[in-house]
T-cell receptor
Framework: DGGITQSPKYLFRKEGQNVTLSCEQN?????MYWYRQDPGQGLRLIYY???????QKGDIAEGYSVSREKKESFPLTVTSAQKNPTAFYLC???????????????FGNGTRLTVT | SQQGEEDPQALSIQEGENATMNCSYK?????LQWYRQNSGRGLVHLIL?????REKHSGRLRVTLDTSKKSSSLLITASRAADTASYFC????????????FGKGTKLTVNP
């Protein structure tokens, strides 16, 4: 079955540590995205990538970093510079990137990160 | 930046009733999409409606779009307990924007 896999489902870290969230897709989609969701809030875009070896900042990129070395993988690193990292992180992909968004986003089931 | 604004924030109904959720947005769009999110899970795409479309159906779902009022509604008919979830609208803005902007969602509870 095709889909997006995020791991782990729950992640706990101490303040000051960097942590990397995994996102893998086997849908052969070109575009991949990372969103952050806080309780009772919508999704805010962190980073997105439309093609391998290229990515752009979203609305809240500060304190985060990404890489896109392979089409199927788009890991997100939450660095110690992120002031309030505790949140639910969602990875998504779509077949048709760019202006128009005429293809829907496919989401993984998220990683809940808790930093204490 | 939030573009879509869902209304109401929360809705509680009985099984069998219809549920209507509304979404308002500010700028011209290329299309508008509705997603469902079960608690603690990822979002699932429901319907995409283009700016030149006025109504779209998918099973028990009916979406309308009024570009003059910059608003959309999602109607779920004959609701079931399994429809309990949060529902989000998302807009793809005109002008070649590469971002899909999500609202804060409507939390729907369907009581058995």
């Amino acid at each position: 079955d095709g889909g997006i896999t995020q791991s782990p489902k729950y992640l706990f870290r101490k303040e000051g540590q960097n942590v990397t969230l995994s996102c893998e897709q086997n849908l052969n989609h070109d575009a991949m995205y990372w969103y952050r969701q806080d309780p009772g809030q919508g999704l805010r875009l962190i980073y997105y990538s439309q093609i391998v070896n290229d990515f752009q900042k979203g609305d809240i990129a500060e304190g985060y970093s990404v890489s896109r070395e392979k089409k199927e993988s788009f890991p997100l690193t939450v660095t110690s510079a992120q002031k309030n990292p505790t949140a639910f992180y969602l990875c998504a992909s779509t077949l048709s990137p760019g202006g128009g968004y005429n293809s829907p986003l496919h989401f993984g089931n998220g990683t809940r990160l808790t930093v204490t | 930046s939030q573009q879509g604004e869902e209304d109401p924030q929360a809705l509680s109904i009985q099984e069998g009733e219809n549920a209507t959720m509304n979404c308002s947005y500010k700028t011209s769009i290329n299309n508008l999409q509705w997603y469902r999110q079960n608690s603690g899970r990822g979002l699932v795409h429901l319907i995409l409606i283009r700016s030149n479309e006025r109504e779209k159906h998918s099973g028990r779902l009916r979406v309308t779009l009024d570009t003059s009022k910059k608003s959309s509604s999602l109607l779920i008919t004959a609701s079931r307990a399994a429809d309990t979830a949060s529902y989000f609208c998302a807009t793809a803005n005109q002008g070649g924007s590469e971002k899909l902007v999500f609202g804060k969602g409507t939390k729907l509870t369907v009581n058995p």
